[in-house]
């Protein structure tokens, strides 16, 4: 089973046997040449049994008493390979024969030889030429020149004695009888044997080539191909076709690579990963050597072993058994030790202030030479989606697969924090209160069993700001206001409206701490509710296979996602406009929407206006709140939320345009604290960025469409309600038409008798 990108880049390889089936008119003629030199050179002549060859292998059997040249020819093989077990018994042997007969009658000599040609075990888990070339020479066959068709020719005989890895001297033995045989039956002319002969034998061994690294991504495909076709995934040769665009999906990678050495470089340097035994003789570099070799590379991050040490200068051995000097300014001197999440030591003056030798470090390699590094110890996942219909763009679960296969974007329940507060917001804005309503930002001490003890909730620095608008309050992320919000709306009233979204009800914490994300879900998770902001309002499913063909290259399943389709609501009918309709009028997007009706219509879970608001709000989070490192890319039309929670110990940012959300999430697996300074806008809003900075290049930057029933009203900050006529300090606020302010604001917000709202603030109830 191969895994490709949307491109058809390969990901990923699965399976015990590596076939890659060939037609007859695709096998190279000195191949078959090649072949019938080796097994059967009477094959296109006898009925598919060599009776002058049977007699020869049972007279040597019963003269000497062990098998000699046999007999086989290439049907009998097909007919033992296909229908027979290999056990060496005259019964065997008669089926063996009676098979072959009938093949030869049902059958062409064409369709036989190709189902040789692609049956045959030929070692190293390759089954069939076309296959085998592949894993000893890294090319299709097609490409490969004489000596190397003999090479291969030789291999059905015994693959693992005469296999040009393991045994190269018996196999050039049997190439070149191999080659002898073709120069006698003519196959060849005799400076063709000749320059063939003096050939070296090339063969090595070519795992699968992928095309780039994206082993979360590949690991999920094959755990949905064992799921959809059990075992037969591994076995029935499918190529399946992704979601994941190659482009993205590197970007992806270097983006949690940069983001986690990042935040790591913050907090310190931990000293060496080993300590070897230090005396460097003959016995003890072999030893480096070989613990050089069984160090797998991370993220880029070599492996090396300290040789030797001066006062500013390390001298370092490499994998490939090369030495040499990392010098002092490309990191050493920098090489602040770690002492806590939020303390590090002072940068050392000399080489042994941190390094010994025999020490085991990382070094990365670019182009101005070997540099310092270390593996980050926090671990972080990103996943991207199409908005309009939930395909994955991306996905990196982790830093270094080869570490760990747990996928944190997929199987990871963390708080989310902040990074939920939207859905609360959303379920607010559904329910009567609008993006001008008041809540008390005041503190609030809650007696609470469920708790299990009095809580004291408080915002990101303690300090309390007093009556706030709920705009402002998801903006700057108050926490005081989101609780006071959840109790006035109603804790079950916000969990079913956050089950819309794809939350499990029975996951969700059933109390007000709802209001600050403190129940466990995943990336995956939170980026496809995500998607229902950023595409107004639909929800959509996450898919990652797209379509899979068969070993032959034919479809057998394509995917049909719930997909947005904005036109649908307006004409009423999914399937009114087909893609062939109006060719010459409509433009590539017309198109595509009417493409798109053609797949089942994604339901509606929020009201055009609310998703439009709520969007509104989430864009001043980027301009004017806590993820205004976002203004770096320069765009209007993105929006988003930052996260993190207590200690800190998760820190998150979920974002998008119409194009592309995405979610990223930084921490410990084993829950350990990220460091007083270190938030959702720290830590993985900077990984969000540089990921969008790439995957929005294209992405046109266009202000979104008003939908109906929204009106722009001028209001008084401090109260929420309408500005008096040319009031200073007047801003503008969207509301749905139906909940327009119907009064002014007071000539002054706290003169005598005035009270806020009490359907909006409520505060007898804290």
């Not at 949307?6 to 046997?17: K, N, P, S, T």
């Not at 460097?280 to 993220?299: C, G, H, K, S």
Request: glycine share 8%; with cysteine; aromatic share 10%.
């Amino acid at each position: 089973m191969r895994v490709y990108t949307r491109e058809g880049d390969l990901i990923g390889q699965f399976g015990e046997q590596k076939r890659n089936p060939l037609p007859y008119d695709r096998i190279p003629p000195q191949f078959v040449q090649a072949l019938l030199a080796a097994e059967d050179d009477g094959f296109f002549r006898h009925v598919g049994i060599d009776f002058a060859g049977l007699l020869r292998a049972a007279s040597e059997l019963v003269l000497t008493g062990e098998k000699g040249s046999g007999g086989s020819t290439l049907t009998m093989q097909v007919a033992r390979n296909y229908f027979l077990t290999l056990e060496r018994t005259f019964t065997r042997k008669f089926k063996e024969i009676l098979l072959s007969l009938e093949i030869e009658r049902s059958l062409s000599k064409e369709e036989i030889f190709e189902l040789y040609f692609n049956r045959i075990f030929l070692g190293h888990r390759s089954y069939g030429f076309e296959a085998a070339a592949q894993v000893y020479y890294g090319s299709h066959i097609g490409e490969l020149d004489l000596a190397q068709y003999a090479m291969l020719a030789g291999l059905p005989k015994a693959p693992s004695s005469y296999n040009p890895i393991s045994n190269p001297q018996r196999a050039k033995v049997r190439r070149d009888w191999i080659l002898g045989r073709m120069a006698a039956l003519g196959y060849i002319t005799p400076e063709e044997y000749q320059q063939a002969l003096q050939q070296p034998v090339s063969a090595t061994h070519h795992g699968a080539k992928l095309a780039f690294n994206a082993p979360y991504a590949a690991e999920m495909a094959r755990k949905e191909m064992l799921d959809r076709f059990g075992l037969a995934a591994y076995n029935d040769g499918f190529h399946v076709y992704t979601t994941i665009s190659s482009e993205l999906q590197l970007t992806a990678n270097t983006a949690i690579v940069n983001g986690l050495v990042t935040y790591d470089q913050r907090h310190g340097y931990r000293g060496p990963e080993q300590q070897l035994p230090p005396r460097p003789d003959t016995n003890m570099l072999q030893l480096w050597q070989t613990r050089l070799q069984e160090t797998a590379v991370i993220a880029g991050f070599v492996p090396a072993i300290v040789t030797n040490l001066e006062e500013q200068s390390i001298g370092i051995l490499l994998t490939d058994g090369t030495e040499t000097l990392l010098p002092w300014e490309h990191g050493p001197a920098e090489a602040r030790p770690y002492r806590s999440e939020n303390a590090r030591g002072s940068a050392p003056t000399i080489a042994a202030d941190i390094w010994a030798v025999g020490d085991l470090i990382r070094v990365e390699i670019r182009e101005q030479g070997l540099f310092l590094a270390q593996i980050p110890e926090a671990q972080a996942a990103l996943v991207a989606l199409r908005p309009d219909d939930g395909a994955v763009l991306s996905v990196v679960g982790g830093l270094g697969f080869g570490k760990s296969k747990f996928n944190r974007a997929t199987q990871a329940t963390r708080q989310p924090g902040s990074n939920f507060k939207p859905f609360i917001y959303a379920a607010a804005l559904e329910n009567g209160f609008t993006a001008a309503s008041i809540i008390n930002d005041a503190p609030v001490v809650f007696e609470d069993a469920v708790l299990e003890d009095t809580w004291r909730p408080e915002n990101d620095g303690g300090r309390f700001y007093g009556p706030t608008r709920l705009r402002w309050a998801l903006t700057k992320s108050r926490n005081l206001v989101s609780i006071r919000l959840l109790q006035q709306l109603g804790i079950r009233k916000a969990i079913n409206y956050s089950s819309r979204f794809g939350f499990d009800p029975d996951a969700l914490a059933a109390d007000l701490s709802l209001a600050l994300g403190t129940q466990a879900i995943t990336p995956m998770q939170l980026v496809a509710a995500y998607a229902a902001i950023a595409n107004g309002g639909y929800r959509v499913e996450p898919y990652l296979i797209e379509r899979i063909e068969d070993y032959r290259r034919d479809e057998i399943f394509r995917a049909t996602p719930l997909t947005v389709c904005r036109d649908c609501e307006q004409t009423g009918d999914e399937n009114a406009v087909t893609a062939e309709e109006g060719l010459e009028e409509v433009s590539m997007e017309d198109i595509l929407a009417a493409e798109a009706r053609q797949l089942p219509a994604a339901p509606r879970i929020m009201d055009a206006r609310v998703a439009f608001i709520l969007d509104s709000i989430l864009k001043d989070v980027v301009t004017k709140g806590t993820a205004r490192r976002a203004r770096v890319l320069e765009r209007t039309d993105i929006g988003g939320k930052t996260g993190t929670t207590n200690g800190p110990v998760d820190a998150w940012f979920s974002g998008y345009n119409p194009d592309v959300v995405a979610t990223t999430w930084l921490g410990f697996d084993q829950n350990l604290l990220l460091g007083k300074r270190e938030f959702g806008g720290s830590a993985a809003l900077p990984i969000w960025i540089d990921y969008m900075r790439v995957a929005l290049r294209d992405s046109r930057d266009l202000p979104r469409e008003i939908p109906p029933g929204i009106v722009n009203v001028r209001i008084d900050p401090e109260t929420g309600l309408l500005a008096k006529p040319g009031q200073a300090k007047a801003m503008f606020e969207f509301f749905r038409v139906e909940q327009v302010p119907t009064r002014s604001a007071p000539n002054q917000a706290n003169e005598a008798g005035y009270k806020i709202q009490s359907e909006n603030l409520q505060e007898q109830l804290f």
